[in-house]
């Protein structure tokens, strides 16, 4: 019997031996794919928060992105289109400072209209904004010759309007503000006509019309300024015979030039907004000639002169 029981325990021993063996390459197996499944697992959410962030920066740049305008020429008309990836709530154009108009955008990201081009060198301006207040602004020159040009310029005695036309010009108007309307015939293919200017700030609107019924419009603001009053008397106050000069201006004197026999000049400035000034000129023996021109602070000029034979 105890040969017996010496077997068995024999048996048990080597089971023993058996399942001790490979506990050690299992362990160190699980372990790598433990740390296999956490680095893929950190990598995942790695790539999410990166693919996070540049979703809100896209959202961020998306949000502060601004419409685009687009202009292109095409003879004397612009083809203009405002296009963004959001909807557009205002579109306005306007030249020089006329009053704006509007594009009707109706909840749309892209708006078109064909302008026509006024002769002359015009100013462009373009405004656009979105639903989230984004806005862009426009601004260029463009210049076309039309077939009926009007300019103004101005000169000592008011302001002169010169207008030709390519084909004879049958008429021309032009009216202050609101009042009413000035005609003058003209019949040829070039005219001219120096206007008085009233005083104060005015929009003097200027329509000229040729033999083929074709209308061109001119509109500016202009502002009307008085000229600086010249006096020159003989004077002979104290026994001394002399010129006597007396310069005054509305607005305010800025300088005064006086030439005395065409050799002697002297020059008065003013910086104090003087509206009045006198001074006396000796005479000499012989011919004396004076000569004053006046500058007011509009840069508005006169001139004014005077000779005596002593």
Request: contains cysteine; aromatic residues 8%; charged residues 30%.
């Amino acid at each position: 019997m105890n040969q017996i029981l010496a077997v068995e325990t024999k048996k048990k021993e080597k089971k023993q031996k058996k399942s001790k063996a490979p506990s050690g390459p299992v362990e160190i197996t699980s372990i790598l794919r433990f740390f296999a499944i956490i680095t893929l697992i950190f990598g995942i959410l790695m790539i999410c928060s990166g693919s996070y962030s540049m979703y809100l920066n896209t959202q961020t740049v998306n949000q502060n992105a601004k419409p685009t305008i687009n202009v292109v020429e095409n003879g004397d008309k612009l083809e203009l289109t405002v296009s963004h990836s959001r909807e557009l709530v205002s579109v306005t154009y306007r030249w020089n400072d006329e009053e704006e108009t509007e594009i009707q955008t109706n909840g749309n990201r892209e708006v078109s209209e064909t302008i026509d081009i006024p002769s002359g060198t015009n100013t462009l301006n373009i405004y656009a904004r979105d639903i989230n207040g984004q806005e862009v602004r426009y601004e260029q020159n463009y210049t076309i010759q039309g077939d009926i040009t009007i300019d103004f310029s101005i000169e000592s005695d008011g302001l002169k309007i010169t207008t030709q036309g390519k084909d004879q010009l049958s008429y021309m108007t032009y009216r202050w503000d609101d009042e009413e309307e000035t005609r003058v015939d003209i019949n040829n293919t070039s005219f001219e006509q120096t206007i008085e200017i009233p005083k104060g700030q005015h929009t003097l609107t200027v329509v000229v019309v040729d033999v083929n019924n074709k209308t061109e419009t001119k509109e500016q603001e202009v502002k009307g300024v008085t000229k600086p009053t010249i006096n020159i008397s003989l004077d002979q106050e104290n026994g001394e015979l002399g010129f006597l000069v007396t310069v005054t201006d509305e607005e305010g004197l800025r300088r005064i030039e006086f030439t005395l026999n065409e050799e002697e000049r002297y020059k008065q400035e003013f910086d104090d907004n003087t509206k009045e000034f006198s001074y006396k000129f000796p005479i000499r023996e012989g011919e004396n000639k004076i000569l004053v021109k006046a500058y007011n602070i509009n840069d508005v000029t006169e001139e004014a002169g005077a000779r005596f034979q002593n």
